[in-house]
């Protein structure tokens, strides 16, 4: 396509590069654009969110761990303080969009100092040492959060209410369009929704800038890219608080849809495994892969876990012992664990990287 | 007078000079706990509880940190080991119930000894073959050995899950173990007094072995420099197995005794205290055995003794206490690893 194609520069140039690839994110797109039309209901309009929520989260993860090659386990506290800062202003300020406003604010300005203070204090150790401090720096946050109960709602975790546009009970035509009535529940959708994609143009926008360039530079060889004459301290630290800043915007999209905040739904640890499971099954290096990893994995998430159950059932009443185990339904997550020890074996490059491969 | 004879009597081999600050740093802090608790019966009961808990949290940590220091290879998945010795014990104490249920001390000693056992057997060979399926391919390569040994971990957990079902399970003392000793006014419990004695024992072998034997001079030898010693022909690699398999087999161990003293057995525990341990081998530096020590005493008396005097901090406490180990020693209290 020509350089000033408009989808050349919406895409920034990176193109899918392979035929299945582009028509399998055509698909996720078309349906994601059209999920309140095209699967009525209120649990596919859920994972349909939160298919949105987790692209955001996981393509900053990527900008991470793909693109810079560092290891961080601090993500899901980003993501918890940009859940925290829309959970704070919206209980203790009326569900207005000036506080709303403040509340993301607020929750980005802190987010990014604190992965910029992280950022110099840690980032010049080796892979390992940062992987561990930003663990340590997670759980004592996470802690944090539990027990500052008279502003975070300690456990228990704050339930509020969101600017009356946002909620079920708007309604914004008197008539049905297409045989769906739209009402604040889907706005906020279409909210997350249109969020989701501009931050993921942001993101492709800056892997594929001269600063995207030196990133993977760095990820390829610090040393040599500090021989070059960048100074890859800075970069990282540049890269872990545009990180920082859009796990951020992905808690505040997740609070406004979820109309809760609490520690197991923001900052648990079992999140952060989520995470790195989405991004090395759908491909570390690509942003391609974040869609593809995270909609795979929130879809094996709702829907697989039915399909296991059946067949656990079945092989119950079979008599077959141990086995039923291995397939109940709340062992789905032991299957994707083995794909992806298998993926970072086999495939190191994940599905993205191997479905480009296999074009050529 | 001839120079050379001189020197050839006085210069021998440079003394190693023993770095004792950090070791003083715990006494310092008992002292000055005293008298923030202010009562001597609690202090006592506070410390003692403290150690303790150390002595397990160093069972737990000093695989991690040798095979570290030795393979350069940080193990996510240790705390694998910690669930499934756990679990482990529990399989042992089944046909042990009458040891269990006696009055007889020894019997008791017996049942949780014999636990320990199993559970070392069980947890070793299981690092073994960790080892070899998951760890090997990956040395050298730091992302992808977190992120295998990360997917290692959650495979296992979930196998606890298949094999044991996802609901926490109780686990009961012995019955002589229960309960505590009461000294003055100062009670300290009973299974504590054990895991200090079980703790110091292993520590006491395990320094043994590294300065004294010919396999830890090989360890430590490893540990500096691994080509020079493949160079003068020792098998590393077997050594490297052997240490894994030692420190998967003490992992088992912490987590007998961690299960006994939580008294329930969940499949996450070992993953709850991962966080734990990598804050005492960062505090004691990477690869030091000496250094986990003290950093696992070092963490366990700060929890302790800020759970009484300002419980809303204790969570928190050792990450405090991390980072300002860190801003006066940024390598760890005794570097050992130079990588």
Known sequence: MLPNNPIHSLLSGDYPRSRVLGAVLSIVLVCLAFAPFLFPGSQPLNVAAKICVFVILVASYDLLLGYTGIVSFAHTMFYGIGGYGVAIAMYNFSPTWPALGIGIVVALVLAILLALLIGLFSLRVRAIFFAMITLAVASAFAILASQLNEITGGEDGRSYRIPEMLRPAFRLFDEPVMGVMINGRILTYYLIFLSALLLFLLALRVVNSPFGRVLQAIRENDFRAEALGYRVVVYRSVANCLSAGMATLAGVLMALWLRYTGPDTTLSFAIMIDILLMVVIGGMGTLYGAVLGAAIFILAQNYLQVLMGKFSGMLESAGIPLLPNLFHADRWLLWLGILFVLSVYFFPVGIVGKLRQMRR | ?339
């Not at chain 2, 003290?294 to 204790?314: C, D, E, Q, R, S």
């Open chain 2, 1 to 339: 007078m001839s120079t050379a004879a001189e020197t050839a009597s006085t210069v021998t081999l440079p003394k190693v000079r023993v770095d004792y600050l950090p070791v003083l740093l715990v006494p310092i802090l008992m002292l000055v706990a005293l008298p923030l608790v202010g009562s001597f019966s609690t202090w006592v009961t506070l410390t003692v509880a403290a150690l303790a808990m150390g002595m397990m949290i160093f069972l737990m940590a000093s695989g991690l940190t040798l095979v570290f220091g030795l393979m350069d290879v940080l193990n996510f998945g240790h705390g694998v080991f910690i669930s499934f010795g756990a679990y482990v014990s529990l399989v042992a104490l089944g046909p042990l119930a009458g040891w269990v249920e006696s009055t007889n001390l020894w019997l008791n000693v017996g049942a949780l000894l014999a636990c320990i056992l199993v559970a070392m057997l069980v947890t070793g060979a299981l690092g073994y073959a960790f080892e070899r399926v998951v760890i090997r391919p990956v040395y050298g390569q730091h992302l992808k050995q977190i992120l295998i040994t990360m997917g290692g971990m959650i495979v296992a957990e979930q196998m606890i899950h298949v094999i044991w079902g996802a609901s926490p399970i109780p686990l009961r003392l012995p019955e002589g173990l229960r309960g505590a000793i009461v000294i003055g006014d100062a009670a300290m419990e009973k299974y504590r007094v054990i895991a200090v004695v079980l703790g110091l024992l292993v520590f006491g072998v395990m320094h043994l072995v590294l300065n004294r034997t010919k396999i830890g001079l090989l360890i430590r030898a490893g540990v500096e420099n691994p080509e020079m010693v493949e160079a003068l022909g020792y098998k590393i690699r077997r050594l490297f197995v052997g240490v894994f398999i030692v420190g998967s087999a003490l992992a088992g161990l912490g987590g007998v005794l961690w299960a006994f003293y939580r008294q329930t057995l969940t499949a996450g525990m070992g993953m709850e205290v991962n966080v734990l341990i990598f804050i005492v081998i960062i505090i004691g530096g990477l690869g030091s055995v000496g250094g986990c020590f003290i950093g696992a005493i070092l963490v366990a008396l700060v929890a302790n003794y800020t759970g009484f005097l300002a419980p809303k901090l204790a969570l928190g406490s050792s990450i405090l206490l991390m980072v300002a180990i860190l801003l006066w020693r940024p390598q760890g209290l005794y570097p050992v690893a130079k990588r």
